[in-house]
């Protein structure tokens, strides 16, 4: 009896269409690819401006964050959150601070102050001792407290009665001024508080008191710098344990290598397009004062931080489930080029869809009147569509069809059976 007729081949779907056009002009793709991440590339690298505001944590759509937005748009932030610097005596020093000592050392610190510091305001440091940017003598604050002279009873008398009681603690052990800069979050004001706090460390190791910066500005640098400097560790590190989990679940090298720059193109791809939605990048770069016709709030410093290891994660799982494919078709006997197509038919549905689910799962966030929130939302429904769409469906497998047979090194598959067109039926039984 003559044999049974092979079963007919699976329909070609949409992926198994977009596979073979890949692995045919596999360097046309990655080049193409290339081109258009370069632009987002150089955003990332060179014009990356992240915001500190206060008002990108708070929900616009409240009646405090509708009254901050006003007091900042009407008053400035500087004035709204002024740097505080805070003076107490050292253990050792028997001086009180209210005393014409403290004051005339006071002063003289202040004034070295605006001249060795780039950017210290004078006119805007005010406290008991020196308002407005102008020393205020100890003999008027003393005459100020005497009842016995006309001058108590003056109304600048009872200002400086005032000004002693806002500024000093009740035991005179402490006191404080403000110093009100123009943007206490921006860059400028980052560099003016690290030099200011410098020249204070030499002033508190010198003398016989403790000057030290505070205030919602400076909080809110130091904490940006304190988990900005520990980022590239976090890289770092989940770069490395990506690398070795993908290297020993695959025995390979460059799969994990691979998969690395790969997710690495999806971030950056996503934060520089955030950089030019919201952050007025194309604005930076042509260096015009016009704004884009949307909103430019600038993008909130947490965000990368917030969301680098979730997307990791994300792009590594829609990694792994294309290469999984890949290498068992490959296993199997299939040619290179004839496993990547089997792996995009068999998981590229998957891919897409898991990513649909979570880019629609994350979108009801980008309603949120909180602008972090709004952004991180963003930032991951881009991830996700550009991933499971472009990344994992066209860069990965021309990439992997231009490695060949080293995208297994150092481990060595059988020799393939059979040619790419058709897939062999080894791997047409496999799928089905």
């Known amino acids: 009896a003559p044999p049974p007729p092979p079963p007919p081949p699976p329909p070609r779907d949409v992926w198994e269409l977009v596979g073979r056009w890949v692995v045919a002009s596999p360097s046309a793709v990655l080049a193409l690819l290339t081109l258009l991440f370069l632009p987002f590339l150089y955003v990332t690298s060179v014009d990356s401006v992240y915001s500190a505001e206060l008002t990108s944590l708070v929900p616009a759509s409240m009646p405090a964050g509708l009254a901050l937005r006003e007091l900042e748009t009407r008053f400035g932030t500087g004035l709204l959150y002024p740097y505080y610097i805070l003076v ?59 009842a016995g002279t006309s001058f108590s009873n003056t109304t600048t008398g009872g200002h400086l009665r005032s000004l002693i009681e806002t500024f000093f603690t009740k035991d005179g052990d402490a006191t404080f001024l403000y110093v009100i800069k123009g943007d206490p979050f921006g860059d400028v004001s980052r560099r003016w508080l690290h030099e200011a706090r410098s020249y204070l460390e030499e002033v508190s190791q010198a003398g016989g008191y403790e000057w030290q910066i505070a205030g919602m500005g400076a909080v809110t640098i130091d904490t940006q710098d304190s988990v900005l400097a520990a980022f590239p560790l976090v890289i770092g590190t989940t770069a490395l344990t990506v690398f070795c989990l993908l290297g020993c679940a695959f025995g390979s090298v460059l799969v994990p290598m691979r998969s690395v720059l790969t997710t690495a193109c999806t971030l950056v791809f996503v934060y520089a397009t955030l950089q030019i939605v919201q952050g007025g990048a194309p604005y930076h770069l042509l260096q015009l004062e016009l704004r884009a016709p949307w909103e430019c709030p600038g993008v909130a410093w947490l965000v990368p931080v917030m969301t680098f290891t979730v997307l990791t994660g994300l792009n590594t799982d829609y990694d792994v489930f294309l290469v999984a494919g890949i290498r068992k078709m490959r296993a199997l006997g299939a040619s290179n080029d004839d496993a990547i197509v089997s792996g995009l038919r068999s998981n590229g549905g998957v891919i897409t869809t898991a990513g649909a689910i979570m ?74």
């Open 359 to 432: 880019a629609l799962a994350f979108s009801g966030l980008l309603a949120s009147s909180t602008l972090a929130v709004h952004q991180v939302a963003f930032v991951v429904v881009l991830a996700v569509l550009a991933d499971t769409l472009v990344v994992r469906m066209l860069l990965v497998p021309a990439v992997m069809a231009l490695l060949g047979e080293w995208n297994w090194w150092p481990t060595a598959m059988r020799d393939a059976d059979g040619p790419y067109l058709p897939l062999s039926e080894k791997s047409r039984a496999a799928l089905l």
């Open 88 to 146: 107490t005596s050292k253990p050792s020093n028997p001086q009180p601070l209210f005393s014409a000592p403290f004051f005339a050392a006071a002063h003289e610190v202040l004034q070295q102050m605006v001249l060795a510091v780039p950017g210290t305001p004078r006119q805007n440091i005010t406290g008991a001792f020196f308002a407005n940017g102008e020393p205020v003598p100890f003999e008027l604050v003393r005459m100020a407290f005497d």
